[in-house]
């Protein structure tokens, strides 16, 4: 799903493998993201850098393109080793070229641009720690925010925040023949082992290249690479998921033939909203309404709280408008009612929706944090899809099943949507930003998100506001409970009236009479009794009340606030 613009130049110098341009300076754009404690966030300039797949590649010599089209140049690119000699990589014009531009906190892909060679359609960028190296992330015992304006995102686009396990110089050590590195955006694999990448290894991807029956611009090699993915965000206005991808391999892995297949889980465990069974939780107008910005929040709890533990939960909550909300529940018999992804939750869902369990197979979760500890790189993307047209982001995929069957719905987009042709001549000027990234320890990047004169909602899954007012009307304070990491951290807090309780994201809970409650982190609880007691600790949340509802926990610490 990649495209390419192909641009003449002049000549460039000479190098003795696959090669930089000097024609178009490479600049990358720069970007101010944020790292976090629970006692702050501290800003740091970094910047991004456009993926080399889109990128122009010509002669070292002189200005002839090495591949056009869907074609590579047979006189200089007859095999892979020779490509790479002959052929380099140059700069990019990020904003003229690619619709690409930064400010301040915030990066902007637009999908199509048209330009005096020809339109470019969608890109990839990642993040830098320095113009050599990529910022390489673990996010285990922590969590990662961003926001997103998705609202010029029709249905078929995917506007993507994620992380692979690309090497952190881009393969430059391993493989010596790639000279270029993360400067010019090399290294890329994920989960589905894609094999429309023109380099792979240092090497051109020449044998046994094939061009696509339905994109112009793209074809497909015999290698794949392949590596874990963790899909943070995809998206449109119409629907979102989430989804963990593990794989057999531990590092950026090249695949030939059926290995390209059966090397990663591909599909992977994913939570989409309306796939598991709320279909009025994301869109324009809805609980997550993708009208307006959205903080998303993404946090990766350990067995043992620590950034080396094994990973055991993936939990899901957004900001919006001043609002804490909770990620909506699964609702389907048989999956338990949950709204983060754990190994038991992916085991039911496969079940259910009878889906052949690769994830399982793939080891699950501890393989996904495995690939953390081993450090992941930040992408962020727009593309449209030329082989199933994002039907299986927001649409009934496979298109030949019944669409009442469990997990076949994903989203309200017709199955004729999202055609590549139609999306490129009907909305050119889509376009996705994603700003105010961070990350760090958990409940760490979004509590200053929250806005303190927004007014109360009595939905209990909402933070109550800081608002006060004469004449005896509620106010609010917000209390800090448990320590972050802190297995033995504990606090109880006697209240006298009706109390709510928001502890970052997960199950709910909700209690009636005097009763004690015990929250751990990603916990909702809402209590309508006086002289209600509420504990939080990190150990698991429990509950003994006549006609509670059921209790869940997950993580190890949280955030409370009291009406009083």
């Known amino acids: 799903m990649h495209k390419t613009l192909i641009i003449l130049f002049t000549a460039l110098s000479y190098a003795s493998a696959q090669q930089v341009g000097t024609n178009t300076a490479e600049n990358h754009p720069s970007l101010n993201v944020q790292t976090c404690t629970t006692g702050g966030c501290t800003t740091q300039t970094k ?20 591949y056009t089209g869907q074609t590579w140049n047979a006189a200089l690119c007859p095999d892979g080793d020779t490509c790479a000699k002959n052929c380099a990589l140059d700069g990019a014009d990020y904003g003229g070229t690619y619709s690409i531009s930064t400010s301040n906190d915030a990066a902007t892909l637009g999908f199509v641009t048209q330009t005096n060679n020809g339109p470019n359609v969608g890109s990839r960028i990642y993040l830098l720690q320095d113009d050599n190296n990529y910022q390489m992330f673990n996010l285990l015992n922590g969590e990662f925010s961003f926001d997103v304006d998705v609202s010029q995102l029709p249905c078929g686009l995917n506007g993507a925040l994620y992380f692979t396990q690309m090497d952190q110089d881009g393969g430059m050590q391993r493989f010596p023949t790639n000279k270029a590195g993360p400067r010019y955006g090399t290294g890329y694999c994920d989960a589905q082992c894609p094999r429309d990448l023109k380099f792979i290894n240092g090497i051109a991807n020449v044998a046994g290249w094939t061009p696509s029956p339905n994109d112009i611009n793209s074809g497909k090699g015999n290698n794949g690479t392949c ?83 094994n990973l055991i939960q993936i939990n899901r909550f957004y900001v919006q408008d001043g609002e804490q909300i909770p990620n909506s529940f699964s609702s389907f018999s048989g999956i338990d009612s949950t709204n983060s ?49 994002c039907l299986w982001l927001d649409s009934d995929y496979p ?14 987009c ?12 009907n909305s050119p000027g889509a376009k996705v930003t994603f700003s105010n990234i961070k990350w760090g320890e958990l409940n760490s990047t979004f509590t200053n998100n929250i806005d303190s004169s927004s007014s109360s909602h009595s939905n209990s899954s909402q933070p109550a506001s800081s608002s006060s007012s004469s004449g005896g009307d509620s106010s609010t304070t917000q209390a800090s409970i448990a320590t972050t990491n802190q297995t033995s951290a504990s606090s109880t807090t006697q209240v ?9 994201v997960g199950t709910t809970v909700v209690a009636s009479g005097d009763t004690t409650i015990s929250v751990s982190a990603a916990t909702t609880v809402s209590t309508s009794a006086a002289a209600t007691t509420v504990e939080t600790s990190a150990a698991a ?16 610490c949280a955030v409370v606030f009291f009406t009083a």
């Not at 298109?399 to 994903?410: L, Q, Y």
């Open 496 to 504: 006298s009236s009706d109390i709510t309780v928001v502890a970052s």
């Open 341 to 389: 992804i754990t190994d038991s939750f992916c085991t039911q869902q496969k079940t259910v929706f009878g889906d052949d369990d690769i994830f399982r197979d793939m080891g699950g979760l501890q393989e996904m944090g495995a690939a953390f500890k081993a450090g992941m790189v930040l992408t962020m993307s727009v593309w449209d899809d030329h082989n199933v047209n």
């Open 227 to 309: 590596c874990a993915e963790m899909d943070i965000w995809e998206a449109n206005s119409m629907a979102t998921a989430y989804t963990a991808h593990p794989c057999s391999v531990d590092q950026q892995t090249s695949c030939t033939g059926d290995s390209c297949t059966n090397t990663c889980d591909s599909a992977g465990c994913d939570f989409n909203s309306w796939r598991m069974g709320n279909e009025t939780f994301y869109g324009p107008g809805m609980t997550i309404d993708t009208k307006s910005k959205i903080t998303v929040v993404t946090q990766f709890v350990t067995d043992d709280n620590t950034n080396q533990g």
């Open 47 to 66: 910047s991004i850098v456009l993926d080399a797949n889109w990128r122009w590649l010509h002669t070292t010599t002189g200005s002839t393109n090495c």
């Open 399 to 412: 298109t030949t099943a019944d669409p009442n069957t469990p997990g076949v719905s994903r989203g309200p």
């Open 414 to 425: 017709s199955t004729s949507s999202g055609a590549p042709k139609d999306l490129e001549k």
């Open 541 to 556: 949340a429990t509950s003994s009340s006549s006609g509670s509802e059921p209790t869940s926990s997950a993580g190890a």
